[in-house]
């Protein structure tokens, strides 16, 4: 089959690969329909991940055909499916308190040591994320294996096109958590910073759960633009600045909740600083955090701070006192995309979530390459990029 395969730092080519087969009984293959290429696949382009190794098929939002089942799937093939990028057993203690990306049982234990040492308990597995995560091959391929498909895939209904769905695998449950994780009450202020594809789907889903003031803060004027559609107001920060302005939009006293949906540059994760952060000699760069600094030092007090952004080690100069004196409550962590599945699908088929607005490109499979490159370096213009392989 043909897939999506990194070799090094800005370095992905679409190669010829052995296609995937069922490994174990509760696996599916899916002959995939649509795919996105995500921020967070930027840090792989980027090579700052570690543990990649040259041939790594990366993707990790995808849905497609179930073409093979293992015996005890529950899939039957010729279904359409979409596939959370957490890959949750179902079974173990943390998915049954519903916090699937924390599974104990999706990251094979050889695969564990890495973020053993760095977080004091190691990571769940990923799809397309590196060794660290499992080692999965990822769905920027025109076939994938899916492993415990009978907890996390999620069927379509008939009538419902790739778009609508598609983001169901990472990007809309990650919004959605986000604004969750704010604890939004009716008639709160709300600010986000930025306004990528997860920003944009927080500042929706902000709105949906009462807020009355949605604030979107970026630079890309496309961006802000479409934060705007949304009904947000917007600052630009390159123009405005956001402490003050912030201020004055909300009488004095503060937003009631932040988003940070900024995160870490990709920059500041090298493997040298993952191992060293890891023996706790030193942390990562003082700039990369400006975005959650200023997200806490503007929230009111008694506010609350929703960290959606990926972050990857430790923060310089975290305001750790700001939050003490205010008293701040701060939610993080990655997505438990299988517990929103559901409530997020009737929301689509009942028209209250839109989810193709941000997509700004369409590319067949060959021209991943091409997609990654823009998609980094044409942030205006390429807000989301979806793959079709077996397209021309
Ligand atoms: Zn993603
Ligand atoms: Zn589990």
């Not at 009462?210 to 934060?227: F, T």
């Amino acid at each position: 089959m043909r897939a999506l395969t990194w070799h090094g730092t800005h370095d992905v080519r679409v190669d010829t690969v052995p296609d995937p087969e069922i490994i174990n009984p509760r696996d599916a293959v899916l002959q995939v329909t649509s795919t996105a290429i995500c921020g967070s696949d930027l840090h792989l382009y980027d090579g700052v991940i570690p543990t990649l190794q040259k041939g790594d098929i990366l993707g990790h939002e995808f849905m497609g055909k179930v073409v093979e089942t293992g015996p005890k799937s529950t899939l039957k093939k010729g279904q359409r499916v979409v596939v959370p990028f957490t890959i949750g057993c179902g079974a173990c203690y943390f998915c049954e308190k519903q916090q699937f990306s924390a599974c104990d049982n999706s990251n094979p234990v050889a695969n564990q040591d890495i973020s053993e040492k760095l977080y004091g308990h190691a990571m769940s597995g990923l799809f397309g994320y590196s060794h660290m995560t499992g080692g999965y091959a990822g769905g920027q391929a025109e076939y994938v294996r899916v492993p415990f498909s009978d907890v996390g895939p999620v069927v379509v209904p008939d009538g419902l096109e790739d778009e609508q769905v598609l983001f169901l695998s990472d990007i809309l449950p990650t919004g959605w958590m986000a604004a969750e994780n704010a604890g939004i009450e009716e008639g709160d202020t709300v600010a986000v910073w930025g306004c990528g594809p997860v920003g944009l789907f927080a500042i929706q889903s902000a709105l949906l759960m009462g807020a009355d003031q949605v604030i979107a803060i970026d630079h890309y004027p496309r961006r802000l633009e479409l934060a705007r559609s949304l009904g947000a107001k917007i600052i630009n920060f390159e123009t405005t600045k956001v402490g003050e302005a912030l201020m004055e939009m909300t009488g004095g006293i503060g937003p009631d909740a932040v988003i940070d949906a900024v995160g870490m540059e990709a920059h500041g994760f090298a493997i040298d600083n993952l191992l060293e952060i890891a023996k706790q000699k030193v942390g990562i760069g003082a700039d990369r955090g400006h975005a959650l600094r200023e997200a806490i030092m503007a929230v009111r007090k008694g506010g609350r701070v929703s960290v959606p952004g990926v972050y990857g080690g430790f923060l310089d100069k975290f305001p750790l006192g700001a939050m003490m004196e205010k008293g701040i409550e701060i939610r993080t962590g990655q997505t438990h995309v299988q517990r929103y599945s559901e409530d997020l699908l009737r929301r689509i088929e009942a028209g209250e979530i839109d989810t193709t607005f941000l997509i700004s490109h369409r590319l067949p499979l060959e021209m991943a390459p091409e997609g990654y490159r823009n998609f980094r370096d044409n942030q205006n213009e390429w807000t989301k990029v979806v793959l079709k392989p077996g397209a021309a």
